[in-house]
């Protein structure tokens, strides 16, 4: 099996950091490589864990290629969007806090991953030109991101402002992520895992038990929004094989072709 997730320990802490070129596309079986990762490091009695990508990419969000190669195998289909969610739903229950270090873009998958996290350091682009951007644009692949998908971004970064960003599908550049508190801070691309680790280094030194339980109860709402009949995945695969969907999906897969 390829290892698509690098392991790096920095003392307690422990760095997951995706690895399958080109974007670190989420297909299933990184999906569950990464559930598999962080259930091991809490396993292992790991402190924390900072989820990192490769040089200007994070993760491009979902392998819709890998996707719309299940055809009309529904069963496949919601095997790969049951991997996902799994994913979701380990960094979001994780007993042990978890850093996004945000490495660069982070479209859809990438910003759900993301928005599951205690923390999020994003790079600045070095081009102000063509910064990173985050968001959830599924709208613009003709996806409907379901209600406990818009329920994280809510809880971030407020229901109207999120309402916009939903509707349009917009990725925000990386400076305007900051300023509306999609992310929380911001780095130069070879720091970004620095100031993941320094934040949880110093969010480890406080006494354990009140802030595991303040934790828990300040993420609780975190928890309720991945609840499957906020998530109904299976109303979520009927769309993707509505006209609009497939349609928007195939264009994607062309413009990818020629990138």
């Given amino acids: 099996m390829t290892t698509l ?20 596309a ?6 569950r490589q990464l559930i598999h990762a962080v259930e091991l490091a809490m ?17 491009g969000g979902m392998d819709v290629p890998h996707l719309l190669s299940h055809g009309d195998d529904k069963h496949k289909l919601l095997d790969s969007w ?5 994913a979701v739903r380990t960094i979001a229950e994780s007993r042990i806090p978890v850093v996004a270090a945000i490495t660069g873009h ?15 350091v994003m790079a600045r682009s070095t ?51 900051l300023q509306i508190g999609l992310v929380d801070e911001l780095a130069d691309g070879d720091q970004v895992v620095g100031r993941a680790l320094a934040w949880l280094q110093q969010l480890l030194k406080l006494p354990r038990q009140p802030m595991q339980l303040t934790r828990a109860i300040a993420r609780a709402d975190l928890h309720e ?9 299976d109303r979520f695969v009927e769309a993707w094989y509505a006209p609009d969907a497939q349609n928007a999906l195939q264009a994607l897969v062309a413009r990818i072709g020629k990138a």
């Fill in 82 to 86: 049951n991997a996902f969610f799994g």
């Fill in 106 to 120: 982070a479209p859809a998958g990438g910003c759900v991953l993301s928005l599951c996290c205690d923390y999020r």
């Fill in 225 to 233: 929004a991945l609840a499957p009949e906020l998530i109904q995945l």
């Fill in 127 to 177: 081009d102000p030109a063509r910064p990173y951007g985050i968001g959830l644009n599924e709208v613009q692949v003709g996806l409907v991101a379901p209600e406990g998908i818009q329920r994280l971004l809510r809880r971030v970064i407020g229901p109207h402002r999120a309402s916009v960003l939903l509707t349009t599908g917009a990725l925000v550049p990386a400076e305007q992520a």
């Fill in 26 to 31: 989420l297909d299933t079986e990184l999906c």
């Fill in 5 to 24: 997730i690098e392991v790096i320990n920095h003392g307690p802490i422990r760095e997951l950091r995706l690895a399958r070129p080109p974007v670190n």
């Fill in 43 to 59: 396993a292992e009695d790991a402190h924390g864990v900072i989820l990192s990508g490769t040089e200007r990419i994070f993760t």
